[in-house]
């Protein structure tokens, strides 16, 4: 595990240990707010991960089809010339290049939050709850 999700952890279990230790409905009620951030967070992760996927299946279907046409072309007997080009073989066997096969799969956005990792909002959230109640109460 690395330090960050450590310290992390570390945190999230701190600050319900100390709302359990004099549990009132103020530190109760900002616990609650810190679950519904934490699933927040995982379900935007989610949700990045499905869009990834999703599209990772299409290019493996577009792919898919693709060879399937070549096999079919090959089964036909459909040759390339011994002299033509790779140009021309490229062509003659269906010389358009794959979509989406040309470049890289791009990374899912980084999360909101000025470049901020979801493990260092959920630190200064925790960080700031505790403050805010310790003074107030």
Known sequence: MSDDKKELEEA??????????DPNS????????VVSIITT??????????????GLQTQVSN??????SVASRVASGATVSAGASPAASSAAAGGEPMAGFDKPVAA?????????????E????????RQKADGSG
Do not use: Y
């Not at 792919?63 to 399937?68: A, F, G, M, R, Y």
């Not at 899912?108 to 493990?119: K, T």
């Open 26 to 33: 103020e530190k109760i009620r900002q616990l609650g707010e």
């Open 12 to 21: 999230i279990e701190s600050e319900f240990e100390w709302a359990l230790q």
């Open 41 to 54: 967070k995982l379900m935007e992760a989610i949700d990045s991960l499905q869009t990834t996927v999703n």
């Open 122 to 129: 959920l630190k200064q959230l925790l960080a700031a709850r």
């Open 108 to 120: 899912p956005p980084p999360a909101a939050g000025g470049g901020m990792s979801m493990m260092g």
């Open 63 to 68: 792919l898919n089809s693709k060879v399937d």
